[in-house]
């Protein structure tokens, strides 16, 4: 009987430090605020600010450009649309960065080999003609998929792209007119190269995540502009499946490059020793649903939005975290407006789309 009481007692403890755990500690956006801006029936698995445009990876539909400076303009259609590819996230239009030295757009684009476009793509005029941009990279043949993961450019030379693909790590030293392997065998395997991020206060650091054939999560650390990498393993109980795991996204302090997150299956993990340990700082107490992406503020940095079944908000590091329960679930892409305090979400359900809220 008192051992008994005792778990009881230690439960309900337990209960409480996870409610105090996702309980915000100031005032939260408005969660009726909620404006649909389209795309309904589009799944969405990347949007990307430029310039005051919104930029809308769709997948296997395309990719489409929002002018933002415009009150009711509508979504304009910039191409890359194949019907061949199942509809999936990690098919067709995934990804998009741009580089804002030469004003350039590059486009990551993945699929099966028998696929329209596969590779990746550069544009000169915000995205309204393309030229293939991919000389130096290998991509698989049927019956396995080709999939250009992430790509991301480094803040410390404009010259100096990487793309991540399903097993290997792709460099470019001529803003994509070349590139070359630095990481992976291409024959081994893997299941993708979600992120690439750079560190802003050390040149040449960078970090990248993703999945291995055997559905562990892959985590690489690079000092030297991805010329040579250090794999860093998490512990094996950080998620709820074990060493089954992945890095979907990868968020890093910018002023203190010690600090990441890891947005994984079913938890947000956080460093504060470039890897040396981890902490859980959100579970699956919600379920075990995907941390698809992470937004730092830049200018407050303890400021972080994760998307995941529901949207999250922590205001201090990790500590605590605010649930935001919007009239629709699975949330996937996630772009941030930190000057006006907007931001931009796409959902599964009901009917995909994009939203925005102002916080």
């Known amino acids: 009987m008192k051992l008994l009481t005792k778990w009881l007692a230690t439960s309900i403890v337990c209960v409480l430090?996870?409610?105090?755990?996702?309980?915000?500690?100031?005032?939260?956006?408005?969660?009726?605020?909620?404006?649909?801006?389209?795309l309904e029936g589009k799944l969405v698995p990347n949007l990307v600010f430029v310039n005051n445009y919104l930029f809308?990876?769709?997948?296997?539909?395309g990719l489409f450009r929002l002018d933002l400076n415009e009150s009711n303009a509508q979504?304009?259609?910039?191409?890359?649309?194949?019907?061949?590819?199942?509809?999936?996230?990690?098919?067709?239009?995934?990804?998009?960065?741009?580089?804002?030295?030469?004003?350039?757009?590059?486009?990551?684009?993945?699929?099966q080999p028998e696929s329209l476009a596969i590779g990746i793509f550069r544009s000169s005029d915000l995205g309204n003609s393309w030229v293939?941009?991919?000389?130096?990279?290998?991509?698989?043949?049927?019956?396995?998929?080709?999939?250009?993961?992430?790509?991301?450019?480094?803040?410390?030379?404009?010259?100096?792209?990487?793309?991540?693909?399903?097993s290997t790590i792709?460099?470019?030293?001529?803003?994509?007119?070349?590139?070359?392997?630095?990481?992976?065998?291409?024959?081994?395997?893997g299941l993708g190269i979600n992120a690439i991020r750079f560190s802003s206060t050390s040149p040449g650091e960078m970090w990248a995540g993703g999945e291995t054939s055997r559905f562990a999560p892959e985590l690489l650390h690079s000092t030297d502009y991805g010329n040579s990498w250090t794999q860093l393993f998490f512990p094996f109980d950080i998620g709820p499946y074990y060493r089954d795991n992945v890095v979907y996204d990868i968020a890093i302090h910018p002023t203190n490059d010690s600090i990441l997150y890891f947005g994984m299956l079913g938890v947000i993990t956080k460093t504060t020793d470039k890897g040396q340990t981890f902490q859980r700082v959100l579970g699956w107490e919600d379920g075990i649903y995907r941390y698809w992406r992470l937004a730092m503020n830049p200018e407050n940095p303890d400021e972080?939005?994760?998307?995941?079944?529901?949207?999250?908000?922590?205001?201090?590091?990790?500590?605590?975290?605010?649930?935001?329960?919007?009239?629709?679930?699975?949330?996937?892409?996630?772009?941030?407006?930190?000057?006006?305090?907007?931001?931009?979400?796409?959902?599964?359900?009901?009917?995909?789309?994009?939203?925005?809220?102002?916080?």
């Open 132 to 166: 293939p941009s991919d000389s130096g990279i290998r991509f698989d043949t049927y019956p396995r998929s080709s999939e250009i993961a992430s790509l991301a450019r480094s803040p410390h030379d404009q010259n100096i792209l990487f793309a991540g693909l399903l």
């Open 17 to 38: 430090a996870l409610q105090l755990a996702c309980k915000d500690s100031g005032t939260g956006p408005d969660t009726e605020n909620w404006e649909p801006l389209g």
């Open 304 to 359: 972080i939005f994760a998307t995941g079944f529901y949207l999250y908000r922590t205001k201090d590091g990790g500590l605590t975290w605010q649930k935001i329960n919007p009239p629709f679930f699975e949330i996937y892409a996630l772009a941030v407006d930190w000057k006006r305090r907007v931001l931009y979400v796409s959902v599964s359900s009901p009917e995909n789309g994009i939203y925005r809220m102002g916080f």
């Open 75 to 111: 979504w304009r259609y910039l191409g890359f649309a194949d019907s061949t590819p199942i509809r999936e996230l990690d098919y067709g239009v995934r990804i998009l960065i741009h580089e804002p030295v030469s004003n350039e757009l590059f486009v990551g684009i993945g699929a």
């Open 56 to 61: 809308a990876c769709a997948g296997k539909d």
């Open 170 to 189: 792709y460099k470019s030293g001529d803003r994509g007119r070349f590139w070359h392997r630095v990481y992976g065998v291409r024959e081994a395997g």
